[in-house]
């Protein structure tokens, strides 16, 4: 038993080492790339930079416009992500805390939202936005994003506060705590580890997405990063290079959040193996 278990890590360390390299060398390669001049990259797109050219990432910068889109990714983002998060916390608290009328079938409603495509949501939605005279406005995507991630938070997080202990509120109760300061004070700082995970879930999906940003908003002025690297790689005087480095600048944020939340990411779902 030993034995297979033994062979059945290194086989699973092995696909998963592999599946790792074969996502990282792309990515690994743009940023090489990045840092290149035209026709060293037409010559060589293989290899090493001879000289660094940083100021492609100046140029790209400037060309693409991505200090406007770049605000209004941040804007969009960071505006559906904490109204997702914390309508999710609320929900999920009552939902794993307390027994009422309806609990189940309250439930049911946000798992429900899990099981219909995104995207099949769209004309609906670009309907709802003309008659309520939002569309081309930050909310026509803050409304639609926090919907769209609604049920996931809510399952995450109902799923992990369920195993609390009723102690916790018990002595809250004590203390003189209403439900709101137990929430707040006592049950939101332990659900860190599956905060973290929903947060960055929600953060790349709302950061990377393009559809309904393209559908919904069609001011110069309000359009996200996606929108704008796909206009900056339609323009044909953009060397492939400065496109490298715009992609590159809009990866960033993405690790740097991955890597602020890492350690609450991994305990999360160690807990949540622990759990099962």
Same mark, same amino acid.
């Given at each position: 038993?030993? *034995? &297979? ?10 696909? #998963? ?42 140029? !790209?910068?400037?060309? !693409? ?6 605000? &209004? ?29 309806? *609990? ?9 939202? @899990? ?28 409304? /639609? ?11 995450? %997080? ?15 109760? @004590? ?5 709101? *300061? ?18 960055? %879930? ?22 996200? #990063?996606?929108?704008? %690297? ?7 005087? +953009? ?5 490298? +480095? !715009? ?5 960033? /944020? ?12 991994? &305990?999360?779902?160690? !807990?949540? +193996?622990?759990?099962?």
């Amino acid at each position: 038993m030993k *034995r &297979n278990s033994g062979l059945f890590q290194l086989f699973a360390y092995t696909f #998963l080492g592999l599946f790792a390299i074969m996502n990282i060398i792309p990515l690994f390669w743009m940023v090489v790339n990045s840092f290149k001049e035209e026709q060293e990259y037409a010559s060589s797109p293989f290899s090493l930079p001879h000289t660094l050219q940083i100021s492609n990432y100046a140029k !790209a910068w400037e060309v !693409a416009n991505m200090d406007v889109y770049f605000l &209004n990714s941040i804007i969009i983002t960071f505006a559906s992500l904490i109204i997702t998060v914390l309508l999710g916390a609320l929900a999920a608290y009552f939902l794993s805390r307390f027994q009422f009328k309806l *609990r189940g079938v309250t439930y049911s409603l946000f798992l429900l939202g @899990m099981l219909v495509p995104i995207h099949a949501t769209l004309i609906p939605i670009f309907l709802i936005m003309q008659k309520l005279q939002l569309l081309d406005t930050y909310w026509s995507l803050i409304l /639609p994003y926090t919907a769209f991630h609604l049920s996931l938070t809510v399952f995450i %997080l109902e799923g992990f506060m369920r195993g609390f202990p009723k102690d916790l509120e018990e002595s809250g109760v @004590m203390d003189g705590a209403g439900v709101y *300061r137990i929430f707040w004070s006592i049950i939101l700082p332990i659900t860190r580890p599956a905060l973290a995970t929903v947060i960055i %879930l929600n953060f790349i999906y709302n950061w990377n997405e393009y559809l309904f940003a393209l559908v919904l908003i069609t001011s110069t002025e309000l359009k996200t #990063l996606p929108l704008g %690297l796909a206009n900056f790689a339609g323009i044909e005087t +953009a060397s492939l290079t400065l496109q490298m +480095a !715009a992609l590159t600048i809009a990866l960033i /944020p993405i690790l740097i959040f991955y890597l602020l939340l890492q350690k609450q990411l991994v &305990n999360g779902m160690t !807990a949540g +193996a622990v759990k099962g």
